[in-house]
């Protein structure tokens, strides 16, 4: 089979250019040694640069081919001789900063479509009343509703439906196979293919004669700097917005409902889901497939373990994890009690521990 590259850097760089773009040191090797690709240390080859962030990989240093190495200080002298040595306190952060300026088309979608060279391209079907500003992209097979607004530089990937009256920034990718309703989206987000924004929200009137729907009437605010994985669901507001904020970054398969307010830099891991009407502060994160309940706030900073089920406020800057989550101390001491009580001695070993601390007692 052929060994496909589906993204190529778009430059060379001297190791001086390096230690200057991932703001490391040069501690061994010539500044004008020449690195042409990024790559994990056991596939790395000539002219790769390469990164060790845990003791875990050192085997796969020792055997490296790799030209140059990022790594902590207190690693340069089990990096192999032969490999260039590049010094930062955060050699992960460093190398993804050489490989975004390397790799420039990996960091949103790409299009579907070869525009042959043009500047830009509308080849999707435009409503007239629809405003669209300079330099935007909208592939074949692309819907923009009556009166939306796509800001400059924006790509409209293949297949992508934008509904009416949706605003979406500049500099903006909406993948493959998006669609976008009751939305205004902010500047440079990134949204990745087969994502839902702006349906209604799951809500319900029941009664003995069956469940009658709510409509749901809010929007969707999405701030700048937003990312959003593939396949992520995000419900419009009922009757108040759902919103994202600035920064903050969705892993893929991340259900949002309706009227919840997440707040700006969070990180949401895939298959998380936060049901209606809850609140998260700044700079929450919330591990795989958690889920919060409705109604919930989780305040400014705090993390949630992951496979864990909110059920309550969590405060500013906890830790909390389990079903029901709680504060990760109280969690894992019960998982230690558990894990005790579960043994098939358990209720011997107790009897002869409480022996022991008895005799103690008496020999005091």
């Given at each position: 089979m052929e060994n496909?590259?589906?993204?190529?850097p778009?430059?060379?760089?001297?190791l001086?250019?390096?230690?200057?773009?991932s703001g490391s040191?040069l501690?061994r090797?010539e500044?004008?040694?020449?690195i042409t690709?990024?790559?994990?240390?056991d596939?790395?080859t000539?002219?790769d640069?390469?990164f060790?962030d845990s003791?875990?990989?050192?085997?796969?240093?020792k055997?490296s081919?790799?030209?140059?190495?990022?790594?902590?200080?207190?690693h340069v002298?089990t990096?192999?001789?032969?490999?260039a040595?590049?010094v930062t306190?955060q050699?992960?952060a460093?190398?993804a900063r050489v490989?975004?300026?390397l790799?420039?088309?990996?960091?949103?979608p790409?299009?579907f479509?070869d525009?042959?060279?043009?500047?830009?391209?509308?080849?999707?079907i435009?409503?007239?009343?629809a405003?669209?500003e300079?330099?935007?992209?909208?592939?074949?097979g692309?819907?923009?509703g009556?009166g939306?607004?796509i800001?400059r530089?924006?790509v409209?990937?293949?297949?992508c439906?934008?509904g009416?009256g949706?605003s979406?920034?500049r500099d903006?990718v909406?993948g493959?196979n998006t669609t976008?309703?009751?939305?205004?989206?902010?500047?440079?987000v990134?949204?990745?293919?087969?994502?839902?924004i702006g349906?209604?929200g799951?809500?319900?009137q029941?009664?003995a004669?069956?469940h009658?729907?709510?409509?749901?009437?809010?929007r969707?605010?999405?701030?700048?700097d937003?990312?959003?994985?593939?396949?992520c669901?995000?419900d419009?507001g009922?009757?108040?917005?759902?919103i994202?904020?600035e920064g903050s970054?969705?892993?893929?398969?991340v259900?949002i409902g309706?009227?919840?307010?997440v707040?700006?830099?969070?990180l949401l891991?895939?298959?998380?889901?936060?049901?209606?009407?809850?609140?998260?502060?700044?700079f929450?994160?919330?591990?795989?497939?958690s889920g919060?309940?409705?109604?919930v706030?989780?305040?400014?900073?705090?993390q949630?373990a992951a496979v864990?089920?909110?059920h309550?406020d969590?405060?500013?800057?906890a830790r909390?994890?389990?079903t029901?989550a709680?504060?990760v101390?109280?969690?894992l001491?019960?998982?230690?009690m558990l894990?005790?009580?579960?043994?098939?001695?358990?209720?011997?070993q107790?009897s002869?521990?409480a022996?022991?601390?008895g005799?103690?007692?008496?020999?005091?």
């Amino acid at each position: 089979m052929e060994n496909v590259r589906f993204f190529r850097p778009v430059c060379s760089l001297q190791l001086g250019e390096v230690a200057r773009i991932s703001g490391s040191q040069l501690v061994r090797g010539e500044a004008d040694a020449v690195i042409t690709n990024c790559a994990a240390a056991d596939t790395a080859t000539s002219g790769d640069l390469t990164f060790l962030d845990s003791s875990r990989y050192l085997h796969a240093l020792k055997s490296s081919r790799a030209a140059a190495c990022l790594c902590r200080e207190h690693h340069v002298d089990t990096v192999p001789g032969a490999i260039a040595v590049l010094v930062t306190d955060q050699p992960s952060a460093a190398y993804a900063r050489v490989v975004r300026h390397l790799y420039p088309d990996a960091i949103a979608p790409r299009g579907f479509y070869d525009l042959a060279g043009s500047e830009f391209s509308i080849d999707g079907i435009v409503h007239p009343t629809a405003t669209i500003e300079d330099s935007v992209r909208i592939e074949p097979g692309a819907v923009v509703g009556a009166g939306a607004i796509i800001g400059r530089g924006t790509v409209i990937c293949a297949s992508c439906v934008v509904g009416s009256g949706v605003s979406i920034g500049r500099d903006c990718v909406i993948g493959a196979n998006t669609t976008v309703q009751c939305s205004i989206i902010g500047d440079r987000v990134i949204i990745h293919p087969g994502v839902c924004i702006g349906q209604d929200g799951f809500g319900f009137q029941s009664s003995a004669a069956g469940h009658d729907k709510t409509p749901q009437i809010g929007r969707v605010i999405i701030q700048d700097d937003v990312e959003i994985g593939a396949g992520c669901t995000v419900d419009r507001g009922a009757n108040r917005d759902t919103i994202i904020g600035e920064g903050s970054k969705l892993d893929n398969q991340v259900q949002i409902g309706h009227n919840v307010v997440v707040g700006r830099h969070c990180l949401l891991v895939s298959q998380v889901g936060i049901s209606g009407s809850s609140t998260l502060g700044d700079f929450v994160a919330i591990g795989g497939q958690s889920g919060v309940n409705g109604h919930v706030h989780i305040g400014d900073g705090a993390q949630i373990a992951a496979v864990s089920t909110v059920h309550g406020d969590v405060p500013a800057g906890a830790r909390w994890g389990g079903t029901p989550a709680r504060p990760v101390k109280e969690w894992l001491r019960e998982i230690t009690m558990l894990r005790r009580m579960a043994k098939p001695n358990y209720p011997a070993q107790k009897s002869k521990d409480a022996q022991q601390v008895g005799g103690q007692g008496g020999k005091e």
